[in-house]
């Protein structure tokens, strides 16, 4: 049957302003102090690890079974492609737009990974329990499918390594503050070196020279104290000292916060092997102390950061004893065991133990124990009424039915916590004065990809699997939910890796400030995409 104008209209819009009104009461409680940051982390824990597991729970076990489990394969196939067309995008982007120097990677995980969490479990909740879709099953089959993305998004992020390659924006030599503002040429960005190097055959040091030959005085003066700088011993001292540990001052200052949140201690223990294997390789009598070192597959420093790295240079003159004596306390922490089991296993071992341990966070973990339950008929039985076989407790309930019942009941706290902790989050990002410092190019492309672009490569890439029969053409909820999902924003949890990272007092503003926009605008472009996924779905 088909829609009216006014129905889609309405569809489309009504689950979102729900959600923009948590957003705003979220906003008002933390601007009034009501809400502080510990509380916050609270919630959000209490959210992560106690009531979206429950909900996923509650969801899996009634909704799946053998006629409908083969979803799992497109969905996942599906939210492959997405995050895939995301990373692209944001490498184009830039590569050809203004970035800042410390969000080179930043931008890539902002573009590739989205919100699969809380965002659209709200409106599957609000949207499916009415026409055209079946309130009895298609709420809880919604939400069983959108925990599947949520286990891409998890490997993705915290097992493939997204998380940990935030820290590449702030490893040494990477420039902070204004010098991260001073604009790169192309041939400097880690796409464009290679273009330089292999497609027009010119290295970027002779490109540099005729830039120097025929640019500023400045880069002259730079270049001679740059010089100067190499000539000292007790600079390059210093420098050395500074390159023990890049994450380990980071995880200092975040220590308190890291004991109450498990997400940041998964990013402390992974980023704490490769900081060992830094502190490791500098102790070397081989190293060459005037070449600044890099993780591997991290883009390339530029020259902005060889600028910022005589800033630092003359900085670490003038307080030459204090840099010491913090990078030796720093060595200290960083060198060397902390653990029984540190000290015991071999360091591949503990790498390798650590990038598991992501499997173990408590969404998947929840979504393994669902599934055997949902399908397997004997143990479903347990927890809901499916005839056969046939089991019941005094009250009339199978056995296991209040497990179920208190999931539920868990699960009910995602969506209101879950958009209260987003406007709370958005109540404390500080923008940049004036805003013209902010790259507002990459932000336009990047928003335009993530809400419009690949939205619209959604919209087509879903009805060709309807046709083709992967996705079956009656499945309403499977077919809402795979097209609505590749429009949302980017992941929240990228804001907090990314403070863990570069530390109390790093600047902020320019991630913030990608998030709020794309935020802004998910009001319209998701609204569209709900309004479209309905006139599809008839």
């Given at each position: 049957m088909?829609?009216?104008?006014?129905?889609?209209?309405?569809?489309?819009?009504?689950?979102?302003?729900?959600?923009?009104?948590?957003?705003?009461?979220?906003?008002?409680?933390?601007?009034?102090?009501?809400?502080?940051?510990?509380?916050?982390?609270?919630?959000?824990?209490?959210?992560?690890?106690?009531?979206?597991?429950?909900?996923?729970?509650?969801?899996?076990?009634?909704?799946?079974?053998?006629?409908?489990?083969?979803?799992?394969?497109?969905?996942?196939?599906?939210?492959?492609v997405?995050?895939?067309?995301?990373?692209?995008?944001?490498?184009?982007?830039?590569?050809?737009?203004?970035?800042?120097?410390?969000?080179w990677?930043?931008?890539?995980?902002?573009?590739?990974?989205?919100?699969?969490?809380?965002?659209?479990?709200?409106?599957?909740?609000?949207?499916?329990?009415?026409?055209?879709?079946?309130?009895?099953?298609?709420?809880?089959?919604?939400?069983?499918?959108?925990?599947?993305?949520?286990?891409?998004?998890n490997?993705?992020?915290?097992?493939?390594?997204?998380?940990?390659?935030?820290?590449?924006?702030?490893?040494?030599?990477?420039?902070?503050?204004?010098?991260?503002?001073?604009?790169?040429?192309?041939?400097?960005?880690?796409?464009?070196?290679?273009?330089?190097?292999?497609?027009?055959?010119?290295?970027?040091?002779?490109?540099?020279?005729?830039?120097?030959?025929?640019?500023?005085?400045?880069?002259?003066?730079?270049?001679?104290?740059?010089?100067?700088?190499?000539?000292?011993?007790?600079?390059?001292?210093?420098?050395?000292?500074?390159?023990?540990?890049?994450?380990?001052?980071?995880?200092?200052?975040?220590?308190?916060?890291?004991?109450?949140?498990?997400?940041?201690?998964?990013?402390?223990?992974?980023?704490?092997?490769?900081?060992?294997?830094?502190?490791?390789?500098?102790?070397?009598?081989?190293?060459?102390?005037?070449?600044?070192?890099?993780?591997?597959?991290?883009?390339?420093?530029s020259?902005?950061?060889?600028?910022?790295?005589?800033?630092?240079?003359?900085?670490?003159?003038?307080?030459?004893?204090?840099?010491?004596?913090?990078?030796?306390?720093?060595?200290?922490?960083?060198?060397?065991?902390?653990?029984?089991?540190?000290?015991?296993?071999?360091r591949?071992?503990?790498?390798?133990?650590?990038?598991?341990?992501?499997?173990?966070h408590?969404?998947?973990?929840t979504?393994?124990?669902?599934?055997?339950?949902?399908?397997?008929?004997?143990?479903?039985?347990?927890?809901?009424?499916?005839?056969?076989?046939?089991?019941?407790?005094?009250?009339?309930?199978?056995?296991?039915?209040f497990?179920?019942?208190?999931?539920?009941?868990?699960?009910?706290?995602?969506?209101?916590?879950?958009?209260?902790?987003l406007?709370?989050?958005?109540?404390?990002?500080?923008?940049?004065?004036?805003?013209?410092?902010l790259?507002?190019?990459?932000?336009?492309?990047?928003?335009?990809?993530?809400?419009?672009?690949?939205?619209?490569?959604?919209?087509?890439?879903?009805?060709?699997?309807?046709?083709?029969?992967?996705?079956?053409?009656?499945?309403?909820?499977?077919?809402?939910?795979?097209?609505?999902?590749?429009?949302?924003?980017?992941?929240?949890?990228?804001?907090?890796?990314?403070?863990?990272?570069?530390?109390?007092?790093?600047?902020?503003?320019?991630?913030?400030?990608?998030?709020?926009?794309?935020?802004?605008?998910?009001?319209?472009?998701?609204?569209?995409?709900?309004?479209?996924?309905?006139?599809?779905?008839?």
């Amino acid at each position: 049957m088909a829609q009216s104008a006014g129905y889609l209209i309405y569809a489309g819009c009504m689950p979102l302003i729900k959600m923009y009104i948590g957003f705003f009461l979220g906003f008002v409680v933390s601007k009034k102090g009501m809400f502080t940051p510990a509380a916050s982390r609270g919630l959000s824990q209490v959210m992560l690890n106690v009531s979206l597991p429950g909900l996923i729970f509650s969801s899996i076990v009634p909704s799946f079974n053998n006629s409908n489990i083969s979803a799992m394969g497109p969905l996942a196939l599906l939210a492959i492609v997405y995050q895939v067309l995301g990373f692209i995008s944001g490498l184009v982007i830039r590569e050809l737009c203004y970035v800042p120097r410390n969000f080179w990677q930043g931008i890539l995980v902002a573009c590739g990974l989205s919100n699969w969490g809380n965002l659209p479990t709200a409106v599957v909740v609000t949207l499916m329990a009415q026409s055209p879709f079946d309130p009895s099953t298609d709420v809880e089959l919604g939400i069983s499918f959108i925990s599947i993305f949520i286990l891409v998004n998890n490997i993705t992020f915290w097992v493939i390594g997204a998380a940990r390659s935030l820290a590449w924006d702030y490893l040494p030599g990477i420039p902070q503050g204004e010098a991260a503002l001073v604009r790169v040429p192309w041939y400097e960005k880690p796409v464009g070196r290679l273009i330089a190097r292999y497609v027009l055959h010119k290295h970027v040091e002779e490109m540099d020279a005729k830039k120097e030959f025929s640019g500023s005085r400045k880069e002259m003066d730079v270049s001679t104290v740059e010089r100067g700088v190499l000539d000292q011993p007790d600079i390059l001292r210093g420098a050395a000292a500074l390159d023990v540990a890049p994450v380990t001052q980071a995880e200092e200052a975040f220590a308190e916060n890291a004991a109450e949140d498990p997400d940041i201690q998964l990013a402390r223990r992974s980023s704490r092997l490769s900081s060992s294997a830094v502190s490791a390789r500098g102790r070397r009598p081989s190293v060459n102390l005037q070449r600044p070192r890099t993780v591997p597959g991290a883009p390339p420093p530029s020259l902005a950061s060889r600028s910022a790295s005589v800033d630092s240079a003359r900085k670490s003159v003038a307080n030459k004893s204090i840099a010491e004596s913090s990078s030796h306390s720093v060595a200290e922490d960083s060198d060397g065991p902390t653990t029984f089991w540190e000290r015991a296993l071999p360091r591949t071992v503990l790498r390798t133990l650590h990038y598991a341990e992501a499997l173990f966070h408590p969404t998947v973990v929840t979504i393994c124990i669902s599934l055997p339950c949902a399908l397997v008929p004997e143990l479903k039985a347990l927890f809901v009424n499916t005839g056969n076989p046939s089991w019941h407790g005094p009250d009339g309930n199978p056995p296991l039915y209040f497990i179920l019942d208190t999931a539920s009941l868990l699960g009910q706290l995602v969506v209101p916590s879950g958009l209260i902790l987003l406007g709370a989050s958005f109540a404390r990002i500080k923008l940049p004065r004036p805003l013209s410092r902010l790259p507002l190019p990459a932000m336009v492309f990047s928003t335009a990809v993530k809400l419009i672009v690949i939205p619209v490569a959604g919209v087509f890439i879903v009805e060709a699997m309807v046709g083709g029969g992967m996705i079956p053409k009656d499945a309403k909820a499977e077919r809402f939910v795979a097209t609505f999902l590749s429009g949302t924003p980017a992941l929240v949890n990228q804001l907090m890796v990314t403070s863990l990272y570069a530390g109390p007092d790093a600047d902020l503003n320019t991630v913030s400030a990608f998030l709020l926009f794309q935020y802004s605008f998910m009001f319209f472009s998701s609204a569209a995409l709900t309004a479209v996924s309905l006139l599809l779905l008839g």
